[in-house]
């Protein structure tokens, strides 16, 4: 199966946009699930972890060393993003950050629902594996309140992503959508119905 076409083909029209870089309204609705998200792990891991906490000093060592795994999960989350898409497509990928949005796209292109889907979840789940593991293998509670807080700021910030993943499954379902995702923006495209 094809995955994405150089052009758009005819009978395509532009059914929606989105662009995380400049839609103010957008930036503000994303960065409010992230944090409704982040307060939920939060709580988690202050109900499950709070009174062995409180029973043991914070490792010095683990508190940097979450600093460093944010900084390097970052760019781990867009390299995810990137191998699925240069699997899928073989073409040249974008990464970039602004002050809105880490990205990585493939611009040049036109890619298909299936393939889009794919790339778009990836980070997903690789993290949301790395962290349930990572969770069953750590031993102390600071680890694992360090590691909960990791997996709340990792699904709050597929925030995006997630949205993404909700027009796949309820507005563009027909498996010939077509997506052009320069990394912050992503334009959709849908056939014509009597094509």
């Known amino acids: 199966m094809k995955h994405?076409?150089?052009?758009?083909?005819?009978?395509?029209?532009e059914a929606m946009t989105i662009d995380a870089k400049s839609d103010k309204k957008l930036i503000v609705k994303m960065t409010l699930a992230s944090l409704a998200v982040l307060v939920v792990f939060l709580a988690l891991a202050v109900l499950w972890q709070g009174k062995k906490m409180l029973a043991e000093p914070m490792p010095l060592h683990l508190a940097l060393g979450f600093w460093i795994a944010l900084i390097a999960y970052l760019v781990l989350h867009e390299l995810?993003?990137?191998?699925?898409?240069k699997m899928l497509t073989g073409q040249k990928l974008t990464f970039g950050l602004t002050l809105s949005v880490a990205f990585c796209g493939v611009p040049e292109i036109y890619v298909y629902?299936?393939?889009?889907?794919?790339?778009?979840?990836?980070?997903?789940?690789?993290?949301n594996i790395v962290g349930v593991v990572l969770l069953a293998v750590l031993p102390g509670a600071w680890a694992r309140f360090f590691t909960l807080i990791f997996l709340g700021l990792h699904?709050?910030?597929?925030?995006?992503?997630?949205?993404?993943?909700?027009?796949?499954?309820?507005?563009?379902?027909?498996?010939?959508?077509?997506?052009?995702?320069?990394?912050?923006?992503?334009?959709?495209y849908v056939p014509e119905r009597d094509m």
């Not at 994405?4 to 029209?13: S, T, V």
């Not at 992503?161 to 992503?186: A, E, H, I, K, S």
């Open 155 to 188: 699904i709050g910030g597929c925030a995006g992503d997630l949205y993404n993943t909700w027009l796949y499954l309820t507005r563009f379902q027909d498996p010939r959508t077509l997506t052009n995702d320069t990394g912050p923006v992503q334009t959709f």
């Open 113 to 127: 629902r299936k393939a889009s889907l794919i790339a778009v979840l990836a980070p997903f789940v690789v993290f």
């Open 4 to 13: 994405w076409e150089k052009d758009l083909p005819a009978g395509y029209r």
């Open 80 to 85: 995810v993003h990137g191998a699925a898409y």
